[in-house]
């Protein structure tokens, strides 16, 4: 059973845009989330976080959204650089415990 | 000066053979983690240690087992490779089992087994 989904596996945006990355999740007592970049041939890196107290939080060009009562979040970039095309992962936890659930991710690229 | 190394980067290997898989971090964290990316993308974790002492451990075949020498080590050993064991193994650390520090992964083991 899948806990932390993202139903895009691929998107693309234009140079500049914005890029809208959503994350749903089923286990209600997830109270941290997460979002990673991976590069090809390389590992995860942390991008951004949010707990289950806030509802947005941002860091330059990243603001993660939470939408506690629909279980979703959703990863926004602004603007979109080609630099940012990746693979992007939503994860969760629950009660600060680092068994941290991923999803499967969602490939974005931005062309130029 | 890399902070979460693995190795080897590439494994490939026949059914039946044992191997091992090496991690070591050099970012003073206290916990270490195996997880396994399969085919479809989907990155789930297998073990993680806290000082030295396993503190997860999910359903993974007793064929797997993770030794942690000293906390900036975690090793992977695989008994018996069977196909469906192919998968990228990725090893990560952070700061405390309870805490909100995010994991830092190293780069993968492709793991392939012939």
């Known amino acids: 059973d899948q806990q932390v989904k993202q139903n895009s596996p691929s998107l693309s945006v234009q140079e500049g845009r914005i890029s809208i990355l959503n994350c749903d999740y089923t286990?209600?007592?997830?109270?941290?989330f997460l979002w990673y970049k991976k590069y090809p041939a390389e590992g995860p890196t942390f991008l951004i976080s949010?707990?289950?107290?806030?509802d947005k939080n941002e860091d330059g060009r990243f603001t993660v959204f939470l939408n506690k009562s629909a279980k979703h979040l959703s990863l926004h970039i602004v603007p979109s650089q080609p630099g940012d095309s990746a693979v992007y992962f939503c994860?969760?936890?629950?009660?600060?415990?680092?068994?941290?659930?991923f999803g499967t991710g969602t490939k974005l690229q931005v062309i130029p | 000066d890399t902070a979460v190394s693995q190795t080897p980067k590439y494994l490939v290997t026949q059914m039946g053979n044992d191997k091992s898989i090496k991690c070591e971090q050099n970012?003073?964290?206290?916990?270490m983690y195996w997880y396994k990316q399969d085919s479809k993308k989907f990155l789930k974790i297998m073990f993680s240690?806290?000082?030295?002492?396993?503190?997860i451990n999910e359903t993974v075949p007793n064929r797997f087992s993770p030794k942690s020498p000293d906390k900036a080590h975690l090793n992977l050993h695989i008994n018996s490779l069977e196909l469906g064991d192919s998968a990228v193994y990725f090893c990560?650390?952070?700061?405390?089992?309870?805490?909100?520090?995010?994991?830092?992964f190293g780069d993968g083991t492709r793991l392939s087994i012939l």
């Open positions: 990560a650390s952070s700061q405390g089992s309870y805490s909100n520090q995010p994991q830092h």
């Open positions: 286990n209600s007592m997830f109270d941290y």
């Open positions: 949010i707990s289950s107290i806030k």
């Open positions: 994860a969760a936890r629950a009660g600060g415990y680092q068994k941290v659930t």
């Open positions: 970012l003073g964290h206290d916990t």
């Open positions: 240690y806290n000082n030295k002492e396993l503190i």
